[in-house]
């Protein structure tokens, strides 16, 4: 689907956020799609990647707000040891969490886990889970 | 020589399995090893924000801590707490700046620069012990079980802190080939398990588990092998429901890669925990005569 882009389509505060808090520059991605293609989560999420990538490029707000992406990274760091840019996209992803996390939003709630799970549920799911997920 | 071990919470509860065997092959192979004194949880996952400073604290202690013990090599298991130790380790290490603001920030501790060096059970066997002296010890070879080793993410990658090659490893296959048993290879073997959206996304979770168990089984393998308690529960502890939802998957019996090193080196059988295993995975042992051989 076509999209137009101009000045005020550009939102250069989550540019810049994003820059601050991963400490990556998404500009040098070229668009090879080398992280889409290996992305465990492919067929799960709404937005591939490199598609991510070049939102930021166009700083296009709404569009990765409203993408699953991050959400649904496992954080593998698949895509990062294979971008041939050596962009740490685990850490562009991460960011686009922060965004979220650090305005007091969870993503999931600790206490709606059942009483089942929890005793299932390793201490590392649970840690990492928190982590990753909650502010 | 004589190292540090850090445990980890989950190793003390319900991965007891890991643990016990693990420190079990320790003995066999006549490695000394002291718990770490006064460890703290590492925090699971390594802080990916540049400005997020806070989440170094907890396992840089544990550093701290191992420096103190007055041991220059602390030994770990879990692969989520060997990625995020290791990690802080390396940023301690080589970022000035970081370095210097945790270091004034913990100012009741001794300064640290990443002077320790974090292992994984797999690469010291590797570099400290060898796959000879390993084998020299067999004494129950895994003959005929067809293994796949599978490595999951935090062992691998990022390629700083990865224990082989991240795209091509063979540490863990050489390992388990030592042991007896015949390797089955297979991609997804470094391909991750969905780790701690088994909370977030649990169904996106189980989908990337379950291919990874049916691709291996596609593969020859009759058995899996393991080294992260997060794995164990996403690929095995969740057979049942992938059983249920994904027509073709076959039950695959899981194992810490100790527990087949524990039995391999013929260690006492209350050492592997298997009643920490999946009903699937004990009966496997059995039908290998692996159980009995070693309790005679």
Redesign the interface.
């Known amino acids: 689907m076509p999209i137009k882009i101009s000045k005020e389509t550009a939102d250069e505060q989550i540019r810049q956020k994003v820059k601050e808090i991963s400490g990556e520059d998404f500009q040098k991605c070229y668009q090879c799609g080398t992280c889409s293609g290996s992305c465990p989560m492919a067929d799960q999420i709404t937005v591939l990647p490199r598609r991510v990538m070049a939102l930021l490029q166009l700083g296009r707000k709404e569009a990765l707000e409203e993408a699953n992406t991050h959400w649904v990274c496992a954080s593998c760091h698949m895509c990062v040891v294979r971008c041939p840019r050596g962009i740490d996209i685990a850490k562009v992803m991460e960011s686009l969490r922060q965004l979220t996390l650090r305005k007091n939003e969870d993503i999931i709630n600790p206490s709606e886990i059942s009483k089942e799970d929890t005793a299932k549920l390793p201490q590392v799911a649970m840690v990492s889970g928190f982590r990753k997920l909650t502010s | 020589m004589k190292i540090s071990y850090y445990p980890?919470?989950?190793l003390k509860?319900?991965?007891k399995n890991l643990e016990s065997s693990a420190l079990a092959c320790l003995d066999a192979l006549g490695v000394e090893y002291e718990e770490l004194p006064r460890w703290n949880?590492c925090?699971?996952?390594y802080?990916?924000?540049?400005?997020d400073l806070i989440?170094l604290i907890a396992p840089v202690r544990d550093l701290i801590r191992v420096q103190e013990q007055g041991f220059d090599t602390v030994l770990t298991l879990?692969s989520?707490?060997y990625n995020t130790l290791a990690r802080a380790n390396e940023l301690m290490k080589n970022d000035e700046v970081k370095r210097g603001t945790i270091n004034d920030f913990m100012d009741e501790e001794p300064d640290y620069k990443g002077e320790i060096k974090v292992v994984h059970f797999l690469d010291f066997i590797r570099d400290e012990i060898g796959w000879d002296k390993l084998k020299a010890n067999v004494k129950n070879p895994l003959n005929g079980m067809k293994l796949a080793p599978y490595y999951g993410?935090t062992l691998?990658?990022?390629?700083d802190v990865s224990i082989d090659k991240?795209?091509s490893p063979v540490v863990f296959e050489e390992c388990m080939e030592a042991l007896g048993a015949e390797i089955v290879k297979f991609p997804k073997a470094?391909?991750?398990c969905?780790?701690?959206?088994?909370?977030?996304?649990p169904e996106?979770?189980l989908?990337?588990s379950n291919?990874i168990i049916t691709e291996a089984t596609a593969f020859g393998a009759e058995a899996m092998a393991l080294t992260?308690?997060?794995c164990?529960?996403n690929l095995g502890?969740r057979q049942e429901e992938m059983l249920k939802k994904y027509e073709g998957t076959k039950a695959l019996p899981m194992f810490y890669f100790t527990q087949l090193m524990a039995v391999a080196l013929g260690v006492d059988p209350e050492n592997y925990n298997l009643d920490l295993n999946q009903a699937v995975s004990q009966e496997f042992l059995k039908g290998k005569n692996l159980l009995e051989k070693v309790s005679t």
């Open positions: 980890g919470c989950t509860t319900k991965a949880c925090g699971a996952v802080s990916l924000s540049d400005d989440h879990c989520m707490c993410c691998l990658r990022p390629g991240s795209n470094i391909e991750c969905g780790s701690y959206q088994v909370l977030g996304n996106a979770a989908k990337v291919d992260c308690p997060l164990d529960y502890h």
